[in-house]
């Protein structure tokens, strides 16, 4: 399967042959949070010569507690995604969980992400899919990889030829998730496939309502995808992530970034 991130409106001519970087904080938090951020990781991956994508959710609808933290509004976070992206010429990706939603977040990101528990929402595919936009389908906890033919079918259905996997992980138990190697090479049938590094490390259904992760795992997780051809990853970094408003449990502080990423460079060199 060719690798189309690469055809992504305002991705960089660099290194073709590396993977892409999906990267950004798990929600957007404010606007001088989220220009830090892409700016650190924009100065990481043109020196590396990575292909970048700064990612931020303009709302998070999936949480566990009705209490939980869901956005400091939708429009200003998408208007702030539109600023990340300008100030950088960058492109930029969140998630949507509603059919209106995809023409609204459609103005403002080049990428729109379909959530992996809305994967089987046949309308909110197609809605998404008709924006023209690239579209990044994250497999659900609960298929197998093979499932995800159907998922990446629906936009194909709909006119759009532009569209990428995520892989985070399949459910293990009621606390835990575990990452099917096996599965990259599957769906890259299908798709481009990307891992998201960070979910697969959570640790959902915990007793306190928020969930858990394994950060400390990060870098074995990413290290293994490189290796058996994923073309991109998805990292969710911040700052510091203990206090993130929204899974920092399972985050990648930002200082360490950089000496992850050469480290996956080389592995993909090794690879080619």
Same mark, same amino acid.
């Given at each position: 399967?060719?690798?189309?991130?690469?055809?992504?409106?305002?991705?960089?001519?660099?290194?073709?042959? %590396? *993977?892409?970087?999906?990267?950004?904080?798990?929600?957007?938090?404010?606007?001088?949070?989220?220009?830090?951020?892409?700016?650190?990781?924009?100065?990481?991956?043109?020196?590396?010569?990575?292909?970048?994508?700064?990612?931020?959710?303009?709302?998070?609808?999936?949480?566990?507690?009705?209490?939980?933290?869901?956005?400091?509004?939708?429009?200003?976070?998408?208007?702030?995604?539109?600023?990340?992206?300008?100030?950088?010429?960058?492109?930029?990706?969140?998630?949507?969980?509603?059919?209106?939603?995809?023409?609204?977040?459609?103005?403002?990101?080049?990428?729109?992400?379909?959530?992996? *528990?809305?994967?089987?929402?046949?309308?909110?595919?197609?809605?998404?899919?008709?924006?023209?936009?690239?579209?990044?389908?994250?497999?659900?906890?609960?298929?197998?990889?093979?499932?995800?033919?159907?998922?990446?079918?629906?936009?194909?259905?709909?006119? %759009?030829?532009?569209?990428?996997?995520?892989?985070?992980?399949?459910? *293990?138990?009621?606390?835990?998730?575990?990452?099917?190697?096996?599965?990259?090479?599957?769906?890259?049938?299908?798709?481009?496939?990307?891992?998201?590094?960070?979910?697969?490390?959570?640790?959902?259904?915990?007793?306190?309502?928020?969930?858990?992760?394994?950060?400390?795992?990060?870098?074995?997780?990413?290290?293994?995808?490189?290796?058996?051809?994923?073309?991109?990853? *998805?990292?969710?970094?911040?700052? %510091?992530?203990?206090?993130?408003?929204?899974?920092?449990?399972?985050?990648?502080?930002?200082?360490?970034?950089? %000496?992850?990423?050469?480290?996956?460079?080389?592995?993909?060199?090794?690879?080619?």
């Amino acid at each position: 399967m060719k690798n189309s991130l690469l055809l992504i409106p305002k991705i960089k001519n660099i290194d073709k042959n %590396n *993977f892409t970087l999906i990267a950004g904080p798990c929600i957007i938090e404010g606007e001088q949070m989220a220009i830090d951020i892409a700016g650190k990781i924009v100065e990481i991956t043109s020196k590396l010569g990575i292909p970048y994508i700064f990612k931020g959710s303009f709302k998070k609808a999936n949480r566990s507690r009705v209490d939980s933290f869901t956005t400091i509004g939708e429009q200003k976070s998408l208007e702030i995604l539109k600023k990340v992206g300008d100030t950088y010429s960058i492109p930029t990706t969140t998630d949507i969980h509603e059919n209106e939603q995809a023409k609204w977040a459609a103005e403002y990101v080049d990428v729109l992400q379909i959530p992996a *528990f809305l994967i089987r929402q046949t309308d909110l595919l197609i809605a998404a899919a008709k924006t023209g936009k690239y579209i990044t389908l994250k497999k659900g906890q609960f298929l197998s990889p093979e499932a995800m033919q159907f998922a990446a079918q629906k936009i194909k259905d709909s006119g %759009n030829n532009n569209y990428a996997i995520i892989d985070r992980g399949t459910s *293990f138990g009621y606390h835990d998730l575990i990452v099917d190697y096996r599965g990259i090479p599957t769906m890259r049938q299908y798709a481009p496939v990307i891992l998201d590094v960070t979910h697969s490390l959570q640790q959902p259904n915990q007793t306190t309502g928020v969930t858990g992760g394994r950060p400390d795992m990060i870098e074995t997780i990413a290290k293994a995808g490189i290796a058996v051809g994923a073309d991109g990853i *998805f990292i969710e970094t911040h700052p %510091n992530p203990e206090k993130a408003l929204s899974d920092g449990a399972n985050m990648l502080k930002l200082d360490f970034l950089e %000496n992850l990423l050469e480290k996956l460079v080389k592995i993909r060199e090794a690879i080619s």
